[in-house]
């Protein structure tokens, strides 16, 4: 059984340990459950624990979270697990960071959120933001958001391992 002490990160791991930490303590909880709010649920708290536990800009990340397909409006992103500031409710494909990775399917790094085309400011202290669609049978079911306090928070190393933890949850939750 997986304890709370599964989001203590040890002083001074690097990033690429943290990730690598997420990923194996994650695929730890999602033995024997496939309910998507509870898997979100606990990896948005790793996140949050991995990234504080990182040097900087990692540890000024401010939110952690998912938007998930609104089963109930065709076409729109309703909140999910997070951590951080309360947060926009819902989200039209299309429309911003996040709206931009569930149309396209592709992450989305975003080193300048002001100089990102129709940016949806939930969270005026965010600069830099990473999201990462979930992609299950060919369709977006849920997207990765995670939003930086300063400029240039995320790297192709965030990408990389983000794309590693959606397709674990893609395929680990029942999207129905």
Known sequence: MVHA???TFAAGVSK????QQVIEQATALFDGQRNWVCNTANTASLLWHAFHSL???SNRVNWAGFYVLDKTVANQL???PFHGKVACQTIAFGRGVCGTAAVS???QLVP????FPGHIACDGDSKSEIVVPMIKGGKVVAIIDIDCAVADGFDEEDRQ???QLAELLAESCDWK
Not at 16 to 19: L, R
Not at 112 to 115: I, L, R, S, T
């Open 161 to 163: 391992y983000l794309q």
């Open 16 to 19: 690429a340990e943290a990730y």
């Open 105 to 107: 399917g592709e992450s």
């Open 5 to 7: 002490d599964a989001s």
């Open 55 to 57: 040097q900087s800009p």
């Open 78 to 80: 309703i909140l999910g």
């Open 112 to 115: 300048d959120v002001d100089h």
